[in-house]
């Protein structure tokens, strides 16, 4: 049984034990294919079911102010270069605000494996840091959608560990309880919000902290540049180009080193206006996505 | 609970105020006491014009030049007690001077516990950091749930806003770090506490390739405003209803090419056109939000007088805020 990894592992796979062990066993029945990575790294299945853009979390719905940002500055947008150009700016402080307000969630349920009271806090700490409307909804749909798929798909297979198994009750009876939704005595009632959800569900599916912070910056990425190809700002070659190339890995790398410490209470905004664009998606004339 | 001796008082930037409430119904600045480099000044408290002719008591926030010196640190505790009301403003914006580096940070605390059926208005000048600076600052409003059905909560509009620095020197967004955070928590009885909103901004040199000034795309101002609390409820309904009036982003302005002869003739629609007019010349930016009882306005402008005027515009046409609080409290922002 392997403890939670800690953040401060690099990108590679965490503790070596159940490797090694893999490695004994099929070594006894010497089949060669055995020593590949694919074969004996346990959270491979689970990450890539985890990154996969057909797992029903309904993320192509949302631009993440995208679409917002694109009618705003439409008059200086007229050519492709200048679309591509802005549209990488665009990426990138969207991943640098995305990991100062959203990653530190993930990662403080990742770690603290919280009970179902800490989990409640979590989000409603996170639905108070949220103070724009669009924002807001477009975390609740896929936290939402992320809790249902757990329920009905993902809970059976919690992996082994003890932290594994607790974050997977703590989920339960999190869903369990979003459904009462009966207010508390503030007032206030559970909304669901994605970022905590999704490192418990992480956690619980056996990945470590690593692969945690990394897969949820780079789904953030990747509906960002699916959106980008459907708002027809870059081509789908281009847009591969982008998700495959070093300076992205590099952005995102660079975010987790610098929030992947930080506190829940210390998250703030690093791009204010991303909250203006977001918050002024609602007054587009026509619109292809819900944020 | 209260302490006759002032322990706080020979810290140096500590300050206490205290609006009290004489039985039955006479608001009194108990306490304002403050330490170098932090002032306080309450003028005469002014009556304001509506029939119930609220005692509105006034404490300006001043410090010594104007602003912060590296390493200085504000701390500032208010209580306002039932029924009470206070406006807090500035004279003029508060400047963030030079830091020899990030290991040297200016620092600014608020706390402020809102009793019960109690109004707080606090609009200041912006901030306005120099370049080289390097400044925190947190804004903490604690909300006393009132124990009786009888009472209502207190209520608040504040706001927190900062700017590039000085554009005449050519600074823009050049500061070493900024960052301001404001929360609102809602305390029992108990003195149990619950997080109800959180605004934090950081901007920080270090964690950007590009440079502060090409995250702030443009803006050369930037704010929160954020209203809570029955005396200001019909304030907040109104932003989110001139939010939702605002034209669509991208499609045809169909007021301005009106052929048919009924043109508007509200009073209201008019003034709306007028500001909206403003507001595309000066390059307002905004959106409103209701969440969790609180309105939420955040705006931007390239201009820190075109977002000034925004606000004020809005502010004095709804007249909630004159009519609670008096003219003074709109004084930061004329």
């Known amino acids: ?291 | 609970m209260s302490n006759p001796f002032l322990t706080a008082a020979s810290i140096p930037g500590h300050g206490v105020i205290h609006l009290a409430l004489l039985p039955p119904s006479t608001p009194r600045l108990k306490t304002t006491s403050y330490q170098y480099p932090l002032k306080l000044i309450s003028p005469a408290p002014v009556r304001t014009d509506d029939e119930a002719r609220h005692l509105v008591h006034t404490v300006y926030l001043l410090t010594y030049g104007g602003g912060l010196v590296a390493g200085d640190t504000i701390d500032l505790t208010v209580t306002i007690e039932p029924t009470t009301r206070l406006i807090l403003l500035t004279q003029g914006s508060t400047k963030l001077f030079k830091s020899p580096g990030l290991h040297v940070v200016s620092k600014q605390c608020m706390a402020v516990t809102v009793a019960p059926d109690s109004a707080l208005c606090y609009l200041p000048d912006p901030v306005q950091p120099f370049e080289h600076s390097c400044f925190e600052q947190s804004q903490t409003y604690n909300i006393t749930v009132p124990a009786v059905d009888s009472q209502g909560t207190g209520s608040l509009c504040v706001l927190d806003w900062v700017c590039n620095g000085r554009q005449a020197n050519g600074e823009n967004w050049s500061f070493l770090r900024y960052g301001s955070r404001n929360e609102v928590y809602l305390v029992m009885p108990d003195e149990k506490r619950k997080l109800l909103l959180r605004d934090n901004i950081l901007l920080d040199r270090d964690d950007v390739r590009d440079g502060i000034a090409n995250r702030m795309h443009e803006l050369a101002v930037f704010g929160t405003l954020i209203l809570f609390g029955p005396l200001f409820r019909s304030l907040g309904q109104f932003f989110m209803a001139e939010f939702k009036a605002l034209s669509r982003v991208g499609g045809r302005r169909w007021e301005s090419g009106s052929e048919s002869g009924d043109e508007e003739v509200d009073a209201a629609a008019i003034r709306r056109a007028k500001r909206h007019k403003q507001e595309s010349v000066d390059g307002v930016l905004w959106s409103a939000a209701l969440l969790r009882g609180c309105v939420v306005v955040k705006f931007g402008a390239p201009e820190v007088e075109g977002g000034r005027r925004w606000l004020h515009s809005l502010l004095v046409e709804e007249g909630t805020v004159v009519r609670e609080m008096g003219e003074r409290a709109l004084l930061s922002l004329r």
């Open chain 1, 1 to 291: 049984m392997r403890a939670a990894p800690s953040t401060t592992e690099n990108g590679n796979l965490p503790s070596s034990f159940p490797r090694l062990h893999l490695n004994t066993s099929s070594n006894l029945r010497s089949r060669p294919s055995s020593n590949d990575a694919a074969m004996t790294n346990p959270t491979l299945h689970a990450l890539l079911l985890l990154s996969d853009s057909a797992l029903p979390l309904g993320s192509f719905a949302f631009s993440s102010g995208l679409e917002s940002f694109l009618a705003h500055n439409k008059s200086r947008l007229s050519t492709s270069v200048s679309k591509t150009k802005a549209f990488e700016t665009f990426l990138e402080h969207s991943l640098a605000n995305v990991a100062s307000t959203a990653l530190p969630y993930v990662l403080v349920a990742y770690h603290e494996g919280p009970t179902l009271e800490r989990l409640e806090e979590l989000d409603n700490d996170f639905d108070a840091s949220t103070p724009c409307t669009v924002a807001r909804r477009a975390s609740t749909t896929q936290g939402r959608a992320l809790l249902a798929i757990w329920e009905r798909a993902l809970s059976s297979s919690t992996s082994p560990s003890l932290a594994s198994q607790a974050a997977a009750k703590a989920l339960t009876a999190f869903a369990a309880a979003s459904k009462s939704s009966k207010p508390d005595v503030y007032g206030l009632q559970l909304n669901s919000h994605f970022p905590p959800l999704f490192g418990l569900t992480a956690l619980a599916l056996g990945l470590s902290a690593a692969e945690t912070a990394y897969l949820f910056l780079l789904n953030h990425a990747k509906a960002l540049l699916s959106a980008g190809v459907r708002a027809s700002v870059l081509g789908p070659y281009q847009s591969q180009a982008v998700l495959a190339s070093e300076s992205l890995q590099r952005c995102i790398r660079s975010c987790i080193e610098r929030e992947g410490e930080r506190k829940v209470d210390e998250t703030g905004v690093t791009v204010p206006v991303m909250d203006l664009w977001m918050g002024r998606h609602e007054l587009l004339y026509s619109r292809i996505f819900n944020s």
